[in-house]
């Protein structure tokens, strides 16, 4: 069965940067997309960006352009998520999510909790 | 970028009510459209893809319809364990925005 495995909770100081993981297993890595998708407290659903883990082609929201970066470890079957110049706006829940052939997420990890406070 | 916009914000609906929601699209996405649902303190999980096609172990009472810009999500029977936050998705191209989602509870 398809489990995403996130990393831990993370608590770090604004401008800092933090780097969440999402381990894939149950299938094949490179035939599926990895999309990011965060949650502040309280509020929706915000994609971030995806990365075609076959070739390593990213694509990232204009809301975070410069500041996210997505990459894969093909060898480990894990993606990575690393936001920088990090904001007290940014504490929210990550989670990773498997992007089907067209795009929409059949499986997600379990969230991220990343905290900003000084 | 295309807009998603969902309605109501909340809805409060008695046990066997037929809950309806809708979302629309700035522009038309053809049916590149998803529903999820997100129960209090947990993962989103997806209901609905390609607009009207039910994920497979989804209930029955859950449907969706529509084309273009206009999409719409019903529940046909609603059931306690129904109470959770709805959301719609496009993703025809990136970004693959999500409506502002619809929390759902019992009356």
């Known amino acids: 069965q398809v489990h995403l495995v996130q990393s831990g909770a993370e608590v770090q100081k604004p401008g800092a940067s933090v780097k969440v993981s999402c381990k894939a297993s149950?299938?094949?890595?490179?035939?599926?997309?990895l999309h990011w998708v965060r949650q502040a407290p309280g509020q929706g659903l915000e994609w971030m960006g995806w990365?075609?883990?076959?070739?390593?082609?990213?694509k990232y929201s204009q809301q975070f352009q410069g500041r996210v970066t997505i990459t894969r470890d093909t060898s480990a079957s894990t993606a990575y998520m690393e936001l920088s110049t990090l904001r007290s706006d940014d504490t929210a829940v990550y989670f990773c999510?498997?992007?089907?052939?067209?795009?929409?997420?059949?499986?997600w990890g379990q969230g991220t909790l990343v905290t900003v406070s000084s | 970028d295309i807009q998603m916009t969902q309605s109501p914000s909340s809805l409060s609906a008695s046990v066997g009510d037929r809950v309806t929601i809708t979302c629309r699209a700035s522009?038309?996405?053809?049916?590149?459209l998803a529903w999820y649902q997100q129960k209090p303190g947990k993962v989103p999980e997806l209901l609905i893809y390609?607009?009207?096609t039910l994920q497979s172990g989804v209930p029955s009472r859950f449907s969706g319809s529509g084309s273009g810009t206009d999409f719409t999500l019903t529940i046909s029977s609603l059931q306690p364990e129904d109470v959770a936050t709805y959301y719609c998705?496009?993703?025809?191209?990136?970004?693959?925005?999500f409506g502002g989602g619809t929390k759902v509870e019992i009356k």
């Open positions: 522009q038309g996405i053809t049916s590149y």
């Open positions: 998705q496009k993703y025809n191209n990136a970004p693959l925005t």
């Open positions: 149950g299938y094949i890595f490179t035939y599926y997309t």
């Open positions: 999510a498997r992007g089907t052939v067209t795009y929409y997420f059949d499986y």
């Open positions: 990365i075609n883990t076959d070739d390593g082609n990213t």
């Open positions: 390609a607009a009207s």
